[in-house]
């Protein structure tokens, strides 16, 4: 299915007209509409309706930048499946960030964040960075993202129930976003400057010749063989980064330290403490007799009833 | 070997900054605005280990490492403090601290 896929890929691919560097006013095209589409997509004030004009409008501008990326790489004249699996994580990684920033509630933007680092975790795989794709899922996927979940669980649930004015303002600022216009403008401007930058020179292949891996180096060399790259990124890390190391450790330590003297005890000193109100019994609580061995009763406004044993 | 050129990763990995970066600028949610530093992040660990590649070395691979350190110890300090200012006000917008801006 995917070999077959693949072929009519590399079919398409030379269709396309071939260029060399991508035109900076293509460049500028796209930003302008996309930037548009992102002001009608995030949540804000416009009827419903507009945010799916506005993704409409970002959804087709993505496409046309992916036409013209892909006759940008017509040149390298070879598709293998290493592409495709390209092509599909950088579009779920860009379209579940888009969806991150536009979502109205947190927890769907977090579980799309965590999409996110998955197709993020596929792209370093497929730049041969294993062990890196793994850490990113478990810490990334794994601690942050349930350490976010947890706060916007907690934020929630600690809103108690007589505070409307509090659940409106949840409402409200959830929905409309702050200056859409500036921030799309900037962001994109941003984004263009990156284009121009990025797409100034034809493409340069991954792993130049000019520069031989390091298993080549060390073969040369005449070090012991290793084999994959977790272990030469540990030989490198303990090797040449080892203060970098400890550094880390220290700084994730300090963190931990921080984060409980932070997040600790004025909890309880600052939330709202609610009057008590004292009630006076008016009739007595336990029955009135002359029985000094009766359970003494203390406090109350009867006079029949002993205050204190007589005992 | 992989047929795509640097170029590629380096867009995948603008494109995410330049998304968590409006993000970051319109949500008024406290905890959506730290989602989107850590897609900014996100971005920059692309871009890193494209180029860890193209260069053959380790260094980018290393450098992502802290990346993910800083962001561990970001995330538990920012997380720590949204607690703590959704204590204080009983609201998660970013707005209620405007006062915060001098």
């Known amino acids: 299915m995917l070999a077959a896929f693949s072929s009519a890929f590399g079919l398409l691919l030379p269709l396309a007209y071939s260029a060399q560097v991508l035109e900076p006013a293509a460049i500028l095209a796209l930003c302008v509409s996309a930037g548009i589409g992102t002001v009608f997509l995030l949540p804000s004030h416009f009827h419903p309706s507009w945010r799916k004009v506005g993704g409409a409008i970002l959804l087709l501008s993505g496409l046309t930048f992916l036409f013209l990326v892909l006759r940008y790489t017509a040149e390298v004249k070879q598709t293998n499946l290493h592409t495709i699996y390209f ?27 965590v999409l996110t680092v998955f197709a993020s975790a596929g792209l370093f795989i497929l730049l041969g960075a294993d062990f890196m794709a793994g850490a990113l899922v478990i810490i990334y996927a794994g601690a942050i993202l349930i350490t976010y979940v947890f706060v916007i669980m907690l ?7 007589d505070h409307q004015s509090a659940a409106q303002m949840m409402a409200d600022y959830d929905d409309y976003s702050r200056d859409p216009f500036i921030a799309s403008a900037i962001g994109y401007a941003l984004m263009g400057v990156l284009m121009f930058v990025i797409f100034d020179r034809s493409p340069t292949t991954l792993l130049p010749a000019h520069n031989p891996s390091p298993a080549a180096v060390r073969a040369q060399s005449g070090a012991p063989d290793v084999s994959g790259n977790t272990q030469e990124l540990g030989i490198y890390l303990f090797s040449s980064q080892q203060v970098s190391l400890e550094l880390a450790g220290l700084i994730l330590t300090i963190a931990m330290v921080g984060a409980i003297v932070i997040a600790r005890r004025r909890v309880l000193r600052l939330r709202p403490v609610a009057p008590v109100v004292v ?29 204190y044993p007589e005992t | ?43 920059v660990a692309i871009n890193l ?34 607690v703590l200012l959704f204590r204080q006000k009983n609201t998660l917008d970013a707005d209620a601290w405007r006062e915060l801006r001098g």
């Open chain 1, 155 to 161: 934020a929630v649930e600690a809103r108690s129930p």
């Open chain 2, 49 to 82: 280990i494209a180029f860890s590649k193209y260069h053959a070395n380790f260094g980018g691979q290393a450098f992502v490492i802290f990346v993910l350190v800083i962001a561990a110890a970001e995330a538990s300090l920012a997380l720590g403090l949204v």
């Open chain 1, 87 to 113: 092509w599909i994580f950088s579009a779920i990684a860009i379209f579940s960030a888009a969806r991150v920033i536009t979502h109205r509630q947190p927890v769907y933007s977090a579980l799309y964040f």
């Open chain 1, 279 to 307: 009630e006076m019994v008016v009739f007595p609580a336990t029955p009135v007799d002359d029985n000094p061995h009766s359970i003494p009763v203390y406090g109350t406004d009867n006079p029949t009833q002993k205050a």
């Open chain 2, 1 to 43: 070997m992989t047929t795509l050129a640097l170029q590629h990763y380096l867009v995948v990995g603008a494109i995410l900054f330049v998304i968590g970066m409006i993000g970051f600028m319109t949500r008024r949610n406290l905890i959506v605005m730290f989602l989107c530093t850590e897609l900014m992040f996100q971005g």
